[in-house]
C-alpha cells in the first residue's frame, strides 16, 4: 500500500488520520486550484472521513473540504501520518 | 468614472460617486454585509455577456456620503480558474474601484487570507472586514484585530455582518482610505527569496511592454505562476524575440506556481501567528456533531430526503393554494378591467388582451408563490451551510451523468415545477454542469403533467393504473439518466469535472440574506421570463384563434390535422390529441383544458377522459401518456432556459432534445405494442 518513497494518495489515508502534503499530481488548471484552497507542499491534512468509495472529507487550513476520490487520489502525502483515537 | 455593466442607465448607481469593490472567498458571508450596507438599494443584473450575477448598489451616510458599491464575485484566488474569478479580476484592473473591501471569515482565516495576499499583490488599496467572529468564537478560534492589523499594515475592522455589528466601521474605514490613498502603505506579500531573481528576469524582460493598465510586478508574477490568461496577452504583447526568451525562462521554472502558492501561505503563516489562537486539539465542535449524520453516506440521504418532503410539504401546503387563489383574483380584477376598458373595442382585441395578455400575466403570477418558498428554502439551506452537505451525499450518484453533487437539489425540486429546478440551476459554479442541469430539469416530470397523468390514466387502462403511472414517472428518470451519460459521454467527451467543494460552518440563517435572496430571484423572473411568456402567450392565442371562429377552425387545428400523418405512427389518428399536446406548450395542464374544449365537454368532466379514451387503442393510449410526459418543456420553463442561459442554441437544443425523446417514445410504444397484442391474437 505504501510505496518506497514514503508517498501515498490521501484517498488511502484512513478517517481520523493526519498527513503532510509532498506533492500534486494532475492537470495545472487542478493543482492550481487545489493550491490556491490551501493544499500545498507542507500544508497537514486530516481525513475527517472516508469509506473507502465515494468522495471523503478532509480538514485543511481551518477548512472543511469535500473531495471526489480521483482528486483525493491526485494529492499524495506523507505514508508517516500519525492516527488519532476518535 | 464607472462604467454601466448592464448596457443600460443604472437604476442605483450614482455618477461621480467613489466606488468600494467588495471581495472575499465563498461562505464569508459577503452578501449579508453587501444587503446590510445597501439594502433595497441594489440592483441584480448579470455581468455584461455572462451568467454570473452581478449585484450592485448604493451606500448613503449620514452626512451625505455617497458609495457606490460593486458585489464582486467570491472567489478563492485571483488566478483565471473560473469565470467567477476572471469577472472579479478584470473588475479591479479595468474599473479600479476606489477601494475594495475584503470580506474574511474569522473562523478560516489562514486560507481567506490567500486572496487578501493576492490582492496586496495587485497593489489594490483595501480594508479587511474581519467576518463571523462569532462563529470563529463558537470554534474556540480567537482572532486579535489589532495584531493582524499591526501585521498587515490595513485597517482590519472586526464584524458580525449577521448581527449587523462592525459594518458601519468598515464602510467608514473604506470611505477614508478612499479619500486619502497616500496615507495607506500595506506590508506587501513577499515571494521566496529563491525565487526573486527569477521573478526579477521575467520583470525586465517585460518592461516597456505590459499593455495598460496591469501592473509590470504583477503581470511578471502570474506569468511565473502560469497565468494562461496573462500569458496569451503577453505573447501578443512580446516581441518575438523576447516571447521566446520569456517562454525558455518559465519553461525552466515550470512548477514555480506550486512554489509561489506555498510561499503564500508560509507568508500568511507568519502575519496570523502571533493573531489566532487556535482552538485545542481533539475538540468536537457543533459542525462536526452535526455532520457525523449530515454527512453519513445512509443517514445524510435520509436526512436530504427529510429536507426535501418539508420543501415539498410547505410548496403543496402553502404555495399551491396561494397560487391558484392568487391567479384567479388577479385574473377576475384584470378582466374586469379589460371589459370595462375594452367594451368598445372589437372582438380579436378584447381576445388578444383577455385570453392572450391576461393569461400571460396568470401564468406569471401562478408560478410566484412557488418560486417564493422555493428560492426561501434554497436560501435558507444555503445560509445555514447543509446544501454544501446534501451535494456531499449525492455526488457519488449524480457523478455518474457528469454531473456535479449540487445538480440533485434543483432537479429533485423539478418535481414541483421545472421552472424552479432551471432558475436552481444557478448553485452550480462550473457552467457545464449547470447547462447539463438545465437540459435535463425538464425531463423531470412536474406536478402539471403528472396530474394529467392521474386524470387520464385511470380511465385509459381498467387495471395496473398506478403501475403504468409509476412505470411512465421511471420512463422519464431512466430517460434523463440515459441522456445526462451519453451528453457527458458525447459532448463533455466523459471529462469529469472535479470534485472539490468547501462544506461552510453551519450557522443560523440571516433573515434579510434569505429575504433579500427571495426578492431578487423572485424579481429577476418576473423582468425576465415573464416578459417572453406575455410575448408568447398572445402569440398562442393567436395562433389558436385565427382565423376562426373557434380554436377548431384555427391556424393551430390546421397544424393538428397536418401533423396527423406523423400522429399515426404513434396510433393517434385523432388531430384533437395533436392539438392538445401542442397547446400543452402553453402550460402542461392545457393539455386536459383543450381536450375538453375539442371534444366538447367539461376540462372537469370525469366523461372525458373515457372519450378521450375511446379514439385510442390501448398500445395508443400509452403512447400519448408517454409523449405527454416526455413531450417539449412549457412555455414558462423555455422562457426560463432562454434567460439563464442567454442562448438560443441550448434552448432550442432543450426543446429539440425532448421533441424527439418524445415522438420516439410514442412511436416505439404504439409500434411493439401493436406487435405484441396483434401476435397474441
Same mark, same amino acid.
Given at each position: 500500500?505504501?510505496?518506497?518513497?514514503?508517498?501515498?494518495?490521501?484517498?488511502?489515508?484512513?478517517?481520523?488520520?493526519?498527513?503532510?502534503?509532498?506533492?500534486?499530481?494532475?492537470?495545472?488548471?487542478?493543482?492550481?486550484?487545489?493550491?490556491?484552497?490551501?493544499?500545498?507542499?507542507?500544508?497537514?491534512?486530516?481525513?475527517?472521513?472516508?469509506?473507502?468509495?465515494?468522495?471523503?472529507?478532509?480538514?485543511?487550513?481551518?477548512?472543511?473540504?469535500?473531495?471526489?476520490?480521483?482528486?483525493?487520489?491526485?494529492?499524495?502525502?506523507?505514508?508517516?501520518?500519525?492516527?488519532?483515537?476518535? | 468614472?464607472?462604467?454601466?455593466?448592464?448596457?443600460?442607465?443604472?437604476?442605483?448607481?450614482?455618477?461621480?460617486?467613489?466606488?468600494?469593490?467588495?471581495?472575499?472567498?465563498?461562505?464569508?458571508?459577503?452578501?449579508?454585509?453587501?444587503?446590510?450596507?445597501?439594502?433595497?438599494?441594489?440592483?441584480?443584473?448579470?455581468?455584461?455577456?455572462?451568467?454570473?450575477?452581478?449585484?450592485?448598489?448604493?451606500?448613503?451616510?449620514?452626512?451625505?456620503?455617497?458609495?457606490?458599491? *460593486?458585489?464582486?464575485?467570491?472567489?478563492?484566488?485571483?488566478?483565471?480558474?473560473?469565470?467567477?474569478?476572471?469577472?472579479?479580476?478584470?473588475?479591479?484592473?479595468?474599473?479600479?474601484?476606489?477601494?475594495?473591501?475584503?470580506?474574511?471569515?474569522?473562523?478560516?482565516?489562514?486560507?481567506?487570507?490567500?486572496?487578501?495576499?493576492?490582492?496586496?499583490?495587485?497593489?489594490?488599496?483595501?480594508?479587511?472586514?474581519?467576518?463571523?467572529?462569532?462563529?470563529?468564537?463558537?470554534?474556540?478560534?480567537?482572532?486579535?484585530?489589532?495584531?493582524?492589523?499591526?501585521?498587515?499594515?490595513?485597517?482590519?475592522?472586526?464584524?458580525?455582518?449577521?448581527?449587523?455589528?462592525?459594518?458601519?466601521?468598515?464602510?467608514?474605514?473604506?470611505?477614508?482610505?478612499?479619500?486619502?490613498?497616500?496615507?495607506?502603505?500595506? *506590508?506587501?506579500?513577499?515571494?521566496?527569496?529563491?525565487?526573486?531573481?527569477?521573478?526579477?528576469?521575467?520583470?525586465?524582460?517585460?518592461?516597456?511592454?505590459?499593455?495598460?493598465?496591469?501592473?509590470?510586478?504583477?503581470?511578471?508574477?502570474?506569468?511565473?505562476?502560469?497565468?494562461?490568461?496573462?500569458?496569451?496577452?503577453?505573447?501578443?504583447?512580446?516581441?518575438?524575440?523576447?516571447?521566446?526568451?520569456?517562454?525558455?525562462?518559465?519553461?525552466?521554472?515550470?512548477?514555480?506556481?506550486?512554489?509561489?502558492?506555498?510561499?503564500?501561505?508560509?507568508?500568511?503563516?507568519?502575519?496570523?501567528?502571533?493573531?489566532?489562537?487556535?482552538?485545542?486539539?481533539?475538540?468536537?465542535?457543533?459542525?462536526?456533531?452535526?455532520?457525523?449524520?449530515?454527512?453519513?453516506?445512509?443517514?445524510?440521504?435520509?436526512?436530504?430526503?427529510?429536507?426535501?418532503?418539508?420543501?415539498?410539504?410547505?410548496?403543496?401546503?402553502?404555495?399551491?393554494?396561494?397560487?391558484?387563489?392568487?391567479?384567479?383574483?388577479?385574473?377576475?380584477?384584470?378582466?374586469?378591467?379589460?371589459?370595462?376598458?375594452?367594451?368598445?373595442?372589437?372582438?380579436?382585441?378584447?381576445?388578444?388582451?383577455?385570453?392572450?395578455?391576461?393569461?400571460?400575466?396568470?401564468?406569471?403570477?401562478?408560478?410566484?408563490?412557488?418560486?417564493?418558498?422555493?428560492?426561501?428554502?434554497?436560501?435558507?439551506?444555503?445560509?445555514?451551510?447543509?446544501?454544501?452537505?446534501?451535494?456531499?451525499?449525492?455526488?457519488?450518484?449524480?457523478?455518474?451523468?457528469?454531473?456535479?453533487?449540487?445538480?440533485?437539489?434543483?432537479?429533485?425540486?423539478?418535481?414541483?415545477?421545472?421552472?424552479?429546478?432551471?432558475?436552481?440551476?444557478?448553485?452550480?459554479?462550473?457552467?457545464?454542469?449547470?447547462?447539463?442541469?438545465?437540459?435535463?430539469?425538464?425531463?423531470?416530470?412536474?406536478?402539471?403533467?403528472?396530474?394529467?397523468?392521474?386524470?387520464?390514466?385511470?380511465?385509459?387502462?381498467?387495471?395496473?393504473?398506478?403501475?403504468?403511472?409509476?412505470?411512465?414517472?421511471?420512463?422519464?428518470?431512466?430517460?434523463?439518466?440515459?441522456?445526462?451519460?451519453?451528453?457527458?459521454?458525447?459532448?463533455?467527451?466523459?471529462?469529469?469535472?472535479?470534485?472539490?467543494?468547501?462544506?461552510?460552518?453551519?450557522?443560523?440563517?440571516?433573515?434579510?440574506?434569505?429575504?433579500?435572496?427571495?426578492?431578487?430571484?423572485?424579481?429577476?423572473?418576473?423582468?425576465?421570463?415573464?416578459?417572453?411568456?406575455?410575448?408568447?402567450?398572445?402569440?398562442?392565442?393567436?395562433?389558436?384563434?385565427?382565423?376562426?371562429?373557434?380554436?377548431?377552425?384555427?391556424?393551430?387545428?390546421?397544424?393538428?390535422?397536418?401533423?396527423?400523418?406523423?400522429?399515426?405512427?404513434?396510433?393517434?389518428?385523432?388531430?384533437?390529441?395533436?392539438?392538445?399536446?401542442?397547446?400543452?406548450?402553453?402550460?402542461?395542464?392545457?393539455?386536459?383544458?383543450?381536450?375538453?374544449?375539442?371534444?366538447?365537454?367539461?376540462?372537469?368532466?370525469?366523461?372525458?377522459?373515457?372519450?378521450?379514451?375511446?379514439?385510442?387503442?390501448?398500445?395508443?393510449?400509452?403512447?400519448?401518456?408517454?409523449?405527454?410526459?416526455?413531450?417539449?418543456?412549457?412555455?414558462?420553463?423555455?422562457?426560463?432556459?432562454?434567460?439563464?442561459?442567454?442562448?438560443?442554441?441550448?434552448?432550442?437544443?432543450?426543446?429539440?432534445?425532448?421533441?424527439?425523446?418524445?415522438?420516439?417514445?410514442?412511436?416505439?410504444?404504439?409500434? *411493439?405494442?401493436?406487435?405484441?397484442?396483434?401476435?397474441?391474437?
Amino acid at each position: 500500500m505504501t510505496g518506497s518513497n514514503g508517498a501515498r494518495p490521501l484517498s488511502e489515508l484512513p478517517a481520523g488520520s493526519e498527513g503532510i502534503i509532498l506533492e500534486l499530481l494532475g492537470g495545472r488548471g487542478f493543482r492550481s486550484r487545489v493550491a490556491n484552497l490551501g493544499f500545498t507542499a507542507g500544508a497537514t491534512v486530516k481525513v475527517m472521513q472516508n469509506y473507502g468509495h465515494g468522495p471523503m472529507l478532509v480538514s485543511i487550513r481551518g477548512t472543511l473540504v469535500a473531495l471526489g476520490r480521483r482528486e483525493a487520489g491526485q494529492v499524495l502525502v506523507s505514508a508517516d501520518a500519525k492516527s488519532d483515537e476518535r | 468614472m464607472m462604467h454601466d455593466h448592464d448596457g443600460s442607465p443604472s437604476a442605483t448607481l450614482v455618477a461621480g460617486a467613489r466606488t468600494i469593490a467588495l471581495i472575499g472567498q465563498p461562505n464569508v458571508g459577503k452578501s449579508t454585509v453587501f444587503n446590510m450596507i445597501t439594502g433595497l438599494n441594489q440592483h441584480v443584473g448579470n455581468w455584461p455577456g455572462k451568467t454570473v450575477e452581478k449585484k450592485s448598489g448604493v451606500f448613503r451616510g449620514q452626512n451625505g456620503v455617497v458609495l457606490n458599491i *460593486v458585489d464582486l464575485p467570491g472567489t478563492y484566488s485571483l488566478t483565471a480558474n473560473s469565470e467567477e474569478e476572471r469577472i472579479a479580476r478584470d473588475f479591479l484592473i479595468h474599473e479600479r474601484p476606489d477601494v475594495a473591501i475584503a470580506v474574511v471569515n474569522a473562523a478560516a482565516l489562514e486560507r481567506n487570507l490567500y486572496l487578501v495576499a493576492e490582492l496586496l499583490a495587485l497593489g489594490q488599496p483595501l480594508v479587511l472586514g474581519l467576518n463571523m467572529l462569532d462563529v470563529a468564537d463558537q470554534h474556540g478560534i480567537r482572532v486579535e484585530p489589532h495584531v493582524l492589523q499591526a501585521a498587515l499594515g490595513i485597517p482590519v475592522i472586526p464584524i458580525i455582518a449577521a448581527k449587523n455589528q462592525g459594518v458601519r466601521e468598515l464602510i467608514e474605514a473604506a470611505a477614508a482610505v478612499a479619500e486619502r490613498p497616500g496615507d495607506w502603505k500595506p *506590508v506587501r506579500p513577499a515571494i521566496r527569496p529563491e525565487h526573486e531573481p527569477v521573478l526579477a528576469a521575467v520583470q525586465s524582460l517585460i518592461a516597456g511592454h505590459v499593455p495598460r493598465p496591469y501592473p509590470e510586478d504583477w503581470v511578471a508574477l502570474k506569468l511565473l505562476e502560469g497565468d494562461a490568461e496573462i500569458t496569451a496577452m503577453m505573447e501578443a504583447a512580446l516581441p518575438a524575440e523576447t516571447w521566446q526568451q520569456l517562454r525558455g525562462l518559465l519553461r525552466e521554472h515550470e512548477d514555480a506556481y506550486l512554489d509561489i502558492a506555498g510561499g503564500r501561505y508560509e507568508w500568511i503563516g507568519r502575519m496570523v501567528r502571533a493573531a489566532v489562537t487556535q482552538p485545542r486539539a481533539g475538540a468536537i465542535t457543533l459542525t462536526e456533531r452535526i455532520d457525523r449524520v449530515a454527512t453519513h453516506p445512509l443517514a445524510g440521504l435520509v436526512l436530504l430526503l427529510l429536507v426535501l418532503g418539508v420543501a415539498f410539504w410547505l410548496t403543496y401546503t402553502v404555495a399551491t393554494p396561494l397560487a391558484e387563489w392568487l391567479s384567479t383574483q388577479v385574473l377576475a380584477a384584470l378582466d374586469a378591467l379589460a371589459a370595462a376598458l375594452l367594451g368598445a373595442a372589437p372582438a380579436w382585441l378584447f381576445g388578444l388582451v383577455s385570453d392572450g395578455l391576461i393569461h400571460g400575466v396568470g401564468t406569471v403570477f401562478a408560478f410566484l408563490p412557488i418560486l417564493v418558498v422555493f428560492f426561501a428554502v434554497l436560501g435558507a439551506l444555503e445560509d445555514i451551510g447543509y446544501l454544501a452537505r446534501g451535494a456531499y451525499v449525492m455526488d457519488r450518484f449524480m457523478h455518474l451523468m457528469g454531473l456535479h453533487g449540487k445538480s440533485f437539489m434543483p432537479l429533485f425540486l423539478g418535481f414541483g415545477c421545472n421552472v424552479p429546478a432551471v432558475l436552481g440551476s444557478r448553485i452550480i459554479e462550473e457552467r457545464r454542469g449547470r447547462w447539463l442541469t438545465i437540459l435535463l430539469a425538464p425531463l423531470v416530470p412536474c406536478t402539471a403533467r403528472l396530474a394529467v397523468l392521474a386524470f387520464l390514466a385511470p380511465a385509459f387502462f381498467s387495471t395496473g393504473t398506478t403501475l403504468v403511472s409509476l412505470g411512465l414517472v421511471g420512463l422519464n428518470l431512466i430517460v434523463l439518466a440515459a441522456i445526462g451519460i451519453a451528453v457527458n459521454q458525447i459532448a463533455f467527451r466523459g471529462e469529469q469535472s472535479a470534485f472539490i467543494m468547501e462544506l461552510p460552518l453551519y450557522h443560523v440563517p440571516n433573515l434579510r440574506t434569505v429575504g433579500l435572496y427571495v426578492w431578487n430571484n423572485t424579481l429577476s423572473f418576473v423582468r425576465k421570463a415573464g416578459t417572453l411568456i406575455l410575448l408568447a402567450s398572445m402569440a398562442v392565442w393567436a395562433l389558436s384563434s385565427f382565423p376562426g371562429p373557434g380554436i377548431n377552425d384555427s391556424v393551430l387545428a390546421a397544424f393538428g390535422r397536418l401533423l396527423t400523418p406523423l400522429g399515426r405512427l404513434m396510433g393517434l389518428d385523432d388531430w384533437r390529441l395533436i392539438v392538445a399536446l401542442l397547446t400543452s406548450f402553453f402550460a402542461k395542464e392545457n393539455t386536459i383544458a383543450t381536450l375538453g374544449i375539442l371534444f366538447n365537454l367539461g376540462a372537469e368532466s370525469p366523461d372525458l377522459a373515457t372519450a378521450v379514451a375511446a379514439v385510442l387503442a390501448a398500445p395508443a393510449r400509452l403512447a400519448f401518456l408517454a409523449v405527454v410526459m416526455l413531450f417539449i418543456p412549457c412555455l414558462a420553463t423555455t422562457a426560463t432556459i432562454q434567460q439563464e442561459t442567454r442562448s438560443w442554441r441550448w434552448t432550442a437544443a432543450a426543446i429539440g432534445l425532448t421533441l424527439a425523446l418524445s415522438l420516439l417514445a410514442g412511436i416505439l410504444i404504439y409500434q *411493439v405494442g401493436s406487435a405484441l397484442s396483434a401476435s397474441q391474437l
